[in-house]
């Protein structure tokens, strides 16, 4: 019996609703209602569920319970939850960019002393001590030459988080390696979802920190908390803090060979370990890692602020994108009629789905740039009307597996600040740093990839516009753009005027 049978069984009885009469009200046959009720026939259609709601009378949480219900008993239960987390990723994602610095050492506490010991290591016995021992130790790594910081923990702790993500550098690089466990595929434990992980970790790519974490496998509960001592480590050049998973027990080190020692057992449980991203460090390099993303998969989906249209463009538009006095302009020049060559064929083979932001549309038709380029291209060209019509209407005339979908709410806030692309076998996540330069991850561990791909895949139909609708649309900013030409306008005034 279903979830959804047991809570409507459960509302008929306490709200002693009369079977007949809901079978009357709702138009479906007698045997067929009693099936479902007694979870022997699949849940009834969107509509008769409503009917079904709507009849029983039911408040506003029992209607979200009851929904709730629905909604898992089309998939399994365990597809609903991780559904769920991926929706939460993607709908909270500008959220993960608003932490602010926390300082713990701001506070008072009787028992925190006011210098870092002198001794060759200190015990301590509460999460007051880790934190105050973890933050000085931390920022006398920061503010030092060529910084080099080890994490081996898990990034559960609210508070250690937020204040290296608000982390002051003092312009010398700082590099943090970060040793966590993941479950492999596992059921229930959403604490330790490792979507959820990936949420913890992104805002501190937003500092300048050299941030690069690596992960390996294990159930996170049973290596973290069964009988392990000291399974958790903070390393710096000078000191290390070895302590229990809860952070509550511990020892401060700064014996010279102890930490030695204890950097070369971190350094050889990274060599065992994967890296969560591989992150590109040029144009070039994020080009090349886009197109492998896309080339390796058979059918991919892109969350983004506006549609992708660089598949359509001329290649006798190049040469305006890069100005003049760009540094190397002949080599970057030809790896951008490469780029584009890549593209047309990844377009020809895959079948993409793109979801995007109306406005988005609109602003390039009013204003002709290409806001998917990096910046310094963008800035430098703007495209004709003319040049506008010719690459929109390649769109209606292309061999390409493409499939245009407007977002709706409440997606439309997350793709204004994330361009999420997701493939069978690959993804990478773009965003803006903390400097406005785009920044690109690709993601290497497979669960993350499998949950949001399948959440993608399976999108509610409610939150996106139907690809006819938006192709309507485009077809609609088409013959808007041709009014301005042959009336010899500027695109000046606003798509919706």
């Avoid at 479906?28 to 022997?40: L, Q, T, V, W």
């Avoid at 931390?138 to 508070?159: K, M, V």
Wanted: aromatic share 14%; proline share 5%.
């Amino acid at each position: 019996m279903s979830d959804f049978s047991k809570l409507l069984s459960r509302f008929i009885k306490e709200k002693k609703i009369s079977v007949s009469s809901m079978v009357e009200y709702c138009g479906i046959d007698r045997s067929a209602m009693y099936k479902i009720i007694k979870g022997k026939r699949n849940p009834p259609s969107l509509e008769i569920r409503d009917r079904i709601s709507h009849f029983m009378r039911l408040t506003p949480e029992e209607s979200r319970l009851f929904n709730q219900a629905y909604e898992i008993s089309l998939t399994e239960k365990d597809v609903y939850e991780k559904r769920k987390q991926a929706e939460k990723f993607i709908l909270n994602f500008p959220a993960v960019f608003q932490t602010e610095y926390s300082s713990f050492c701001s506070s008072s506490s009787s028992e925190r002393p006011e210098i870092l010991p002198e001794k060759k290591c200190t015990a301590f016995s509460s999460q007051n001590m880790f934190y105050f021992y973890a933050q000085q130790i931390i920022e006398s790594e920061a503010d030092s030459e060529n910084g080099q910081i080890g994490l081996l923990l898990q990034p559960d702790s609210e508070f250690l988080f937020s204040f290296l993500t608000g982390l002051k550098l003092s312009g010398s690089p700082c590099f943090i390696d970060h040793i966590f466990c993941m479950n492999h595929f596992s059921k229930g434990e959403t604490s330790y979802n490792n979507l959820d992980t990936l949420s913890r970790l992104l805002p501190l790519f937003i500092n300048g920190i050299h941030y690069r974490p690596y992960f390996f496998y294990d159930n996170v509960h049973s290596h973290y908390h069964n009988l392990n001592a000291f399974s958790s480590m903070i390393l710096t050049k000078k000191y290390a803090i070895t302590c229990t998973a809860d952070l509550k027990n511990g020892i401060l080190h700064k014996d010279p060979k102890t930490i030695t020692m204890l950097w070369k057992l971190f350094h050889s449980y990274k060599a065992k370990c994967h890296p969560l991203f591989y992150i590109p460090n040029s144009v070039i390099e994020d080009g090349s890692m886009v197109q492998k993303t896309v080339k390796n998969c058979s059918e991919l989906y892109f969350i983004e602020p506006e549609p992708c249209l660089i598949p359509f463009i001329s290649e006798s538009i190049l040469p305006s994108l890069l100005p003049e006095d760009h540094p190397n302009r002949e080599t970057m020049l030809s790896y951008m009629y490469s780029y584009l060559k890549e593209s047309k064929k990844s377009f020809s083979k895959a079948d993409m789905h793109f979801y995007f932001c109306k406005n988005e549309l609109d602003r390039f038709a009013e204003t002709g740039i290409l806001t998917e380029l990096p910046r310094p291209l963008s800035d430098t060209y703007a495209l004709s009307v003319k040049e506008r019509i010719e690459l929109l209407e390649k769109i209606f005339n292309s061999p390409f597996k493409v499939h245009y979908h407007f977002l709706k709410e409440p997606f439309l806030q997350a793709a204004s600040r994330l361009r999420l692309c997701v493939g069978e076998n690959s993804m990478y996540l773009q965003f803006l740093n903390n400097q406005l330069h785009r920044s690109y991850l690709f993601l290497q561990e497979p669960e993350i990839i499998e949950i949001l791909f399948d959440y993608l895949k399976n999108i509610d139909k409610n939150t996106i516009c139907s690809e006819e609708e938006t192709l309507a649309y485009f077809r609609e900013t088409i013959n808007w753009l041709k009014k301005k030409e042959k009336e010899n306008e500027p695109c000046l005034t606003s798509r919706k005027s």
